[in-house]
Each structure stands twice: as structure tokens, then as C-alpha cells.
């Protein structure tokens, strides 16, 4: 599964799902979480119980981590241009991926090269 995944990460196989996040006193759409799902050609469906541990074990989750980022962010700047108010793009970190030394930077440029507002980017450990 290791490699297949690695494959997967490399060739942009997997996909973010979004997850609406709505402020119940309003009903109004105030951000999103984006979820890695993985639909295998071999395996089919992967749970991300199943590959998210395998992520972290092989030490995958930082490239992952970095797409899903990268991705969530270009969504919501894609979407920005047909929202009339912004919201906010929630993105999981693993404690690997939070001792990764290169986090900061990593973040920073991904904000860059998108033009993301950082104040719409929620990191969740």
C-alpha cells in the first residue's frame, strides 16, 4: 500500500472532498474542511483510516499534507471569485507534519503562489 500511495501522491491520484462548515445562528456557509480521499485502481475506495496511517508511518504525510494545502488553497481561490462574502479553508495537520522543519516556509509559499488571504486558512492539528 506504501507505494501505491506514493505513486497516488506523486501523480495528484487522490482527491479533496469538502466538508461545509455553516454558522448555525445563520445557516450561512462560513467555511469548508478539506478531506484526501483515495480511489485506488487496484483497491477501489480507501478508507482514510487505512491510508492516513499508512501515511504517517511511512513518513507520506508530508507530501500529502503539502497537496492537500496546495489544493484546498487553489480551490478556495477559485471559488472566491463567485463568493460574495469569504470563507475559510480548513486543513489538517498531523503532529508529523508539524514538526516537519520546513512547515512555515512550506505555508507561506503555498499562500504566495495561490494569493490566498492567510486569515482564511485554519491549520488543524
Known amino acids: ?24 445562528a445563520t445557516g450561512a ?19 482514510p483510516e487505512s491510508f492516513i496511517g499508512v501515511a504517517e508511518e511511512s513518513g507520506l504525510i508530508v507530501p500529502l499534507g503539502e497537496w492537500a494545502l496546495r489544493s484546498g488553497c487553489q480551490q478556495l481561490m477559485a471559488w472566491s471569485k463567485h463568493l460574495t462574502v469569504p470563507i475559510t479553508m480548513s486543513v489538517n495537520l498531523s503532529m508529523r507534519q508539524f514538526q516537519y522543519p520546513k512547515l512555515v516556509d512550506l505555508i507561506s509559499t503555498v499562500l504566495e503562489e495561490t494569493g490566498l488571504d492567510p486569515g482564511l486558512l485554519v491549520l488543524e492539528l
Open 29 to 47: 456557509l462560513i467555511g469548508v474542511e478539506a478531506l484526501a480521499r483515495w480511489n485506488d485502481l487496484k483497491r477501489g475506495a480507501v478508507s
Open 1 to 24: 500500500m506504501t507505494t501505491d500511495l506514493a505513486t497516488a501522491i506523486e501523480r495528484s491520484q487522490l482527491e479533496l472532498y469538502y466538508q461545509p462548515q455553516i454558522d448555525l
